[in-house]
């Protein structure tokens, strides 16, 4: 049988605190991590995931190899990690790419959105299982990394990809830490706020059938409005800008 899907956007990140008034808006963190704010959202995350899968033993974590996702899990889903939950880093979760577009916060190959090599995030994060990892992670622009390409047909194969990835695990629940761009415009086809969740039955055709409780998110701070699939993605991929243009 299918998995139900707990899915989660991380928790605020430099890169979303920043604004035009901020100078750090025009020389993003690289691979950001989680602001004090943050934190303070993984820990209502975690009291509402507690409240509502405590009694989850059957389980999986799958994160996008990114600190903001990592941070988020760790922080969040610790209780299930205490259990003996596995917990795997997989590419075809991270955020849309190469260019971050301003009405698409999380599309981007700029700096905020540039990963960091697995050896070093193994270092800093060795509860994590690289093994399965994408040698290609964090390439986004050679033609090896193509399926992490920032257009409609590279994000909604990615999107069915990673759906298909989780329809053939054995787990009752799995728990995914992602990116509000991907988790929208290449698979979910909803809103996430920062560090809010939905859940969704992953039926047997590969559709996603969401949780009337979890419209407006698990913690009625998204949107309750949908989405299309691909929705204002470019056919091809859009050329980065040059640096002081």
């Not at 033609?143 to 992490?148: E, I, M, R, T, V």
């Amino acid at each position: 049988m299918p998995p139900t899907l707990v899915l989660i956007r991380h928790a605020q990140a430099l890169h979303n605190a920043n604004n035009k008034s901020n100078p750090q808006f025009q020389r993003p963190t690289l691979n950001p991590d989680l602001t004090s704010l943050g934190v303070e959202q993984c820990e209502e995350l975690r009291k509402s995931l507690v409240e509502h899968f405590a009694d989850v033993r059957d389980a999986a974590i799958i994160v996008s190899p990114m600190r903001r996702t990592i941070q988020t899990a760790l922080l969040s889903l610790d209780w299930l990690l205490e259990r003996g939950t596995p917990i795997q880093a997989d590419a075809r979760w991270q955020d849309l790419s190469p260019l971050m577009l301003m009405a698409l916060l999380e599309n981007s190959g700029k700096p905020c959105d540039t990963g960091t090599p697995v050896t070093a995030l193994a270092r800093e994060f060795p509860v994590i299982d690289y093994s399965t990892l994408d040698p290609v992670y964090p390439d986004k622009t050679s033609p090896a990394g193509a399926k992490y390409a920032y257009n409609r047909k590279a994000i909604l194969s990615r999107g069915q990809s990673a759906l298909e990835s989780l329809r053939q695990r054995p787990e009752k629940f799995i728990f995914v830490v992602s990116h509000s761009g991907f988790l929208r415009l290449g698979l979910a086809g909803y809103w996430f706020f920062n560090a809010d969740y939905r859940v969704f039955d992953l039926e047997s055709d590969g559709s996603l059938k969401q949780w009337e409780s979890t419209a407006s998110g698990g913690l009625g701070k998204s949107l309750t409005v949908p989405v299309p699939l691909g929705f204002e993605l470019p056919e091809e991929d859009i050329e980065m800008p040059p640096e002081n243009a």
